[in-house]
């Protein structure tokens, strides 16, 4: 190339650098801007929602069509939903006014789903705004769904006995029905203790709740039914104080002194292990330990003790 043409292409060669430099410049300001747009429009979106309390799920007998088969796979993502409904509501001091449909939802897919009767038990009664009798009501019917359903899950009983036996009673001002309520709690209390589910003192409880109703026969005999069952001695002891009020001397007296005969034997036999172990294994059978070693052991499992 001459000298001539050389010169000529000076300017074409400037303006291919001129956009080439600002083809770069845009590569590296752009991205910059269009991220504070971006964070900026994200703010505004922010600002202008506004939350809503609102039950999007088709009524239930549609969800097992819906679910393909996968009805227990669909109630745990109802279920998940589920437990952040009831925190944005609590967040938002909401009416928590969707607590049951989300529980029937989750129970027509998979009525062994047990926890979601325990939750409901609880979503149920402790919400931001006060409930009514019928928000008890209904939380009960729920929960005595469950526990017929699974007659043998301790913790259930004691919560739905907690709810009939404390919470629904003050909330009725007719002291027939809150003696109604209590007698109704009863079967899942005593239930709950004889699973172990309850704590100790709740025997105590049981016992009291029986003779506020006029039980005191029932009552002395559900205390004489958990001693043998209760490993604290303070328990165990306020317990026996209240036999002795609810029965008769003579009777009392023989109950405890079986007891203390019963303790004894387990001193012996199993010392390291709770008195309920006792009642179900029994004492432990003497073993004979120098026969095997002195007849051998072939010989002296032959040998009938």
Known sequence: MDERALLDSGPTVRREQLTLYVLIGAIVVLPLGLDRLRARAHHEWSEAQAYEDVYYLPPNEWLRAFSLGWNEALADLIWMRALVYY???????????????????????D????????????????????????????????????????????????????????????????????????????????????????????????????????RTDQAARHLEEMYAQTDDPATRERMATRIRQLQDQAHAEAFLAAMEQLEDRRRRTFPYAPPSFLLLLGERPPVDVDSPIRLGLPEALATPP
């Open 87 to 109: 925190g944005d509501e609590m967040v938002h001091h909401g009416d928590v006014e969707f607590v049951f449909r989300y529980g029937e939802a989750i129970e027509s897919l």
């Open 111 to 214: 009525p062994d789903f047990v926890a979601v009767y325990r939750w409901v038990g609880t979503a149920g009664l402790y919400r931001p705004q006060a409930i009514t009798v019928d928000d008890v009501n209904r939380t009960v019917e729920f929960m005595e769904r469950g526990a017929r359903r699974h007659p043998d899950d301790g913790q259930l009983a004691w919560d739905l006995g907690a709810v009939l036996a404390y919470e629904l009673p003050p909330m009725l001002e007719d002291v027939e029905a809150g003696n109604r309520a209590r007698e109704r709690a009863l079967p899942f209390l005593l239930r709950a203790s004889r699973l172990g589910a309850a704590p100790e003192w709740a025997a105590l409880s049981n016992a009291a709740l029986m003779g506020r109703i006029g």
